[in-house]
């Protein structure tokens, strides 16, 4: 028998079954022992949250943000457009930011509210009841643009380019296999299948990224990475896809990514998903009922500087396996054939890897962990897009419906929104590799979070109506810009007419750069409209506001090794930055 065969084999299958049986098995253990917890004396401190140990909350954060994108997107860009994008994978530096300076705030704030906060409810609290209920539609409308599309998309990807399933079977097929799971498992379905899937896909990752290498290299893995860079160095009319910046007009990718301006536009959105993202905050917040807020900080902290060299690992895991795939597509016999020009192609590199590299048994194995991710990413967004659409706007509309007619309705919800993200797929799919239409939407979003958020915690003259006016107007230019996009295929067409030459300056910027002028607009308008509008009232500043018992409460949350640890992250961040300058 092969054991290196280039096809699933069935070992691979009779593996692939096996571990489904277990997952299946392990997650009913999990939602039983869930339910009997949840009965008796300790009821109300497990609905409130505990506190998690640091290392946890850190290995938490990195599950959370390890998504379907990743597994077909970052691998994708990575063949097609090297480290170009890495910028938005190295940022470890940027949840530091999360635990030193906003964990503080948002501890503050609940501390004022008795409960651990959402999002929307300091949107809420810090501005009107109207800009928390904008953050919900704008995550909905999100989720379809980003969630349900991506998913089902990297669904499809991943399962043609490595079982040979039609496109459309494995995109549709996984979402079915999701609302199912969903329904019986539930959230705490969707923990434990993401404990399931981290250590598989780390490890998984690794022995795609040193199997790669050590076969590019005729069996050494450092002359495999040699070559690597040889053949990326090559590679876009002899420009590379090696660095990080690109500063010369000429090069390929400049229109993309032109200068050092994408260092800006990817903190933005950095800054935006790590500190101010509902997905990613509750993982740190997590306490028990009146715990010492010195305590809460502590570990809050140390668990982002843990996440911070966990978040060094996912170039590692998927962006340079990319590479490592496009240089293999250059090698005969390697068995990986690849168009670089076809974004479809390049979004199967992973899947390629998978299939071609891995020895049999193992190839199941890792199948196992995809699937896992695919599935908790899918069933993650079911519940929270039930949850968003229930509790923020039919139940105040609807009061004292039974809790199954609000179950009924949160499930259509769910339906419509899926229903709607797989009609914006065929759309989605013309608009360039995976991960990049990710982040081209994310820069749409994050300026109005980022000026909102941040205005809103550190500055006392933002009124009530500027934190309105801001989220809603930002969202809106920046959703009128995607329509552009959609039309003009993102700058690229030639528009006749008055009206395109007219507002060429709008639809034909750059994206990173429209991002950029985008947030300082916000900021711009925000204290205009703070100008002539009513101030915020004193219990609103009272809750962005450090009397001195809580900054001495702050000073005596870290210590001297916390600070070592932090400058760690920045500078393993730093000599990656140096390398691939």
């Known amino acids: 028998m092969n054991w290196n065969s280039n096809e699933f084999i069935w070992l691979d299958w009779l593996v692939l079954a096996i571990g489904v049986i277990a997952i299946v098995w392990a997650v009913y253990r999990s939602i039983k022992k869930d339910k009997e917890k949840m009965q008796g004396a300790d009821s109300q401190d497990y609905l409130f949250g505990k506190g998690e140990p640091w290392y946890i909350i850190g290995a938490a954060i990195f599950a959370a943000n390890i998504g379907s994108e990743h597994l077909v997107g970052l691998a994708g860009t990575g063949a097609k457009d090297g480290v170009g994008m890495a910028h938005w994978e190295m940022q470890g530096w940027m949840i530091l930011i999360l635990g030193w300076l906003f964990v503080p705030f948002y501890q503050l704030l609940n501390n004022k509210m008795g409960k651990i906060i959402t999002m929307p409810d300091f949107l809420k609290f810090r501005y009107t009841q109207r800009t928390g209920s904008w953050l919900s539609i704008i995550t909905l409308i999100a989720y379809v643009l980003t969630k349900v599309s991506v998913t089902?998309?990297?669904?499809?990807?991943?399962?043609?380019?490595?079982?040979?399933?039609?496109?459309?079977?494995?995109?549709?097929?996984?979402?079915?296999?999701?609302?199912?799971?969903?329904?019986?498992?539930?959230?705490?379905?969707?923990?434990?299948l993401s404990a399931i899937q981290t250590p598989i896909l780390i490890i998984g990752s690794f022995l795609v990224l040193f199997l790669g290498l050590n076969m590019l290299g005729d069996g050494s893995i450092t002359e495999g990475w040699s070559q690597m860079m040889a053949v990326c160095n090559a590679a876009h009319d002899g420009f590379g896809t090696t660095h990080m910046f690109?500063?010369?007009?000429?090069?390929?990718?400049?229109?993309?990514?032109?200068?050092y301006v994408v260092f800006l536009g990817?903190?933005?959105?950095?800054?935006?998903?790590?500190?101010t993202d509902q997905h990613i905050v509750q993982r740190v917040l997590g306490q028990t009922k009146g715990e010492d807020n010195g305590k809460v900080m502590a570990r809050a902290r140390r668990g982002t500087i843990a996440a911070g060299y966990f978040k060094l690992l996912p170039v590692f895991m998927f962006l340079i396996p990319g590479m490592v795939a496009f240089a293999l597509s250059q090698k005969a016999g390697s068995g990986i054939v690849m168009d670089i020009t076809n974004t479809h192609d390049t979004d199967g590199a992973f899947a390629m890897m998978v299939k071609n590299i891995l020895p049999a048994g193992i190839k199941g194995i890792v199948t196992i962990g995809f699937i896992c991710a695919l599935v908790a990413s899918l069933a993650a967004f079911f519940n929270s897009c039930a949850t968003l659409f229930t509790e923020d706007?039919?139940?105040?509309?609807?009061?004292?419906?039974?809790?199954?007619?609000?179950?009924?309705?949160?499930?259509?919800?769910?339906?419509?929104?899926?229903?709607l993200g797989l009609a914006w797929m065929p759309i989605m799919m013309n608009m360039g590799n995976l991960y990049s239409y990710l982040q081209d939407i994310q820069s749409l979003i994050a300026p109005a979070m980022v000026a909102v958020f941040t205005l809103g915690i550190f500055s006392k003259r933002i009124t009530p109506k500027a934190g309105e006016w801001g989220l809603i107007g930002g969202f809106l230019i920046g959703m009128v810009r995607l329509l552009t996009n959609v039309i003009t295929d993102s700058g690229k067409a030639v528009m006749d007419g008055a009206f395109w030459e007219y507002t060429s300056w709008f639809w034909q910027t750059n994206w990173l750069i429209f991002e950029v002028w985008l947030l300082v607009f916000i900021i711009?308008?925000?204290?205009?409209?703070?100008?002539?509008?009513?101030?915020?009232?004193?219990?609103?500043?009272?809750?962005?506001?450090?009397?001195?018992?809580?900054?001495?409460?702050?000073?005596?949350?870290?210590n001297v090794w916390d600070v070592i640890a932090s400058l760690g992250v920045i500078i393993l961040c730093a000599l990656f930055y140096a390398y691939f300058w």
């Open 152 to 192: 089902a998309f990297t669904g499809g990807i991943f399962f043609e380019y490595l079982l040979g399933l039609p496109f459309w079977y494995g995109a549709i097929g996984l979402i079915a296999i999701t609302a199912v799971f969903t329904v019986f498992g539930g959230m705490k379905g969707v923990m434990t």
């Open 393 to 419: 706007f039919y139940k105040p509309m609807k009061k004292g419906k039974s809790e199954s007619h609000y179950v009924l309705v949160g499930r259509v919800a769910t339906v419509v929104v899926v229903l």
């Open 266 to 275: 990817a903190s933005i959105i950095g800054f935006w998903y790590w500190c």
């Open 524 to 558: 711009i308008l925000m204290y205009i409209v703070s100008m002539f509008t009513a101030k915020p009232s004193a219990e609103q500043i009272a809750a962005i506001t450090f009397t001195g018992n809580y900054k001495k409460t702050i000073r005596e949350s870290w």
């Open 246 to 259: 690109h500063t010369d007009p000429a090069d390929p990718m400049y229109p993309q990514f032109p200068g």
